[in-house]
């Protein structure tokens, strides 16, 4: 059973950058599956910010594209966020979740974790 | 750009009857190089993460309830809960998936609740 954990600080001042790592157990990273990441401003709906493959190759959301950066290190079965010039509208939960193979959907997903913007 | 609309934003059905949560696209989310709508549909339930309910626009996710059913095709699409439960109290939404260049957008979510 393959599960996600995200980790990092949950508080970041403004301006700075926000840097959240996702921890794979129970499978391989370097499967053919794609890693997402998925952010949820408190009491609003869901917005996906980007992928990386297992090869390294990056898809992001183009609202955010210019301040995302999406890395893998397969050695240590994990993949990771950083979205630099972080402001208040950046305050949300942010999961990590598994692309289901060919399926263009998120069939496993991190329990997440919140990130508040502020000074 | 492409835009989906979900709808309705809420929704009140007694115990035992049908919900139904409709999802429309302004582009069509038929992928042609396998023939199958790029249209997803996820459970919320307060302080989850999303579940993944129907892929594809109608294959259900192993574990999840045949009382769960997705439909449509193209452009508009529907997720009915059939003999609703206390357990399906929630927010669904929906997501789609188009490229190029490779975007998932997800609806604006619909919350159910028992009237």
């Known amino acids: 059973q393959v599960q996600l954990q995200e980790s990092g600080p949950g508080l970041v001042k403004p301006s700075g950058t926000l840097s959240l790592t996702c921890a794979v157990t129970?499978?391989?990273?370097?499967?053919?599956?794609?890693w997402s990441w998925v952010r949820q401003p408190p009491g609003k709906g869901l917005e996906w910010i980007g992928e990386?493959?297992?090869?390294?190759?990056?898809n992001y959301n183009p609202s955010l594209k210019s301040r995302v950066t999406i890395s893998i290190d397969k050695s240590k079965n994990q993949f990771s966020l950083k979205v630099i010039s972080v402001t208040a509208a950046d305050t949300a939960v942010y999961y990590c979740a598994r692309d289901l193979d060919a399926a263009a959907a998120f069939d496993y997903w991190g329990q997440g974790t919140l990130v508040t913007v502020s000074s | 750009d492409i835009v989906m609309t979900q709808s309705p934003d809420s929704l009140a059905v007694s115990l035992g009857e049908r919900a139904t949560i409709n999802c429309k696209s302004s582009q069509s989310l038929l992928y042609r190089s396998n023939n199958k709508n790029l249209l997803a549909w996820y459970q919320q339930r307060p302080g989850q993460p999303p579940k993944l309910l129907i892929y594809?626009?109608?294959t259900r996710e192993s574990g999840v309830p045949d009382r769960f059913s997705g439909s449509g095709s193209g452009t508009d699409f529907t997720l009915t809960i059939s003999r609703l439960q206390a357990e399906d109290v929630a927010v669904y939404y929906c997501?789609?998936?188009?490229?190029?260049?490779?975007?998932?957008?997800f609806g604006q979510g619909t919350k159910l609740e028992i009237k």
């Open positions: 990386i493959s297992h090869s390294g190759t990056t």
């Open positions: 594809w626009a109608s």
């Open positions: 129970g499978g391989s990273i370097s499967n053919s599956n794609w």
């Open positions: 997501q789609q998936y188009y490229s190029p260049p490779p975007l998932y957008t």
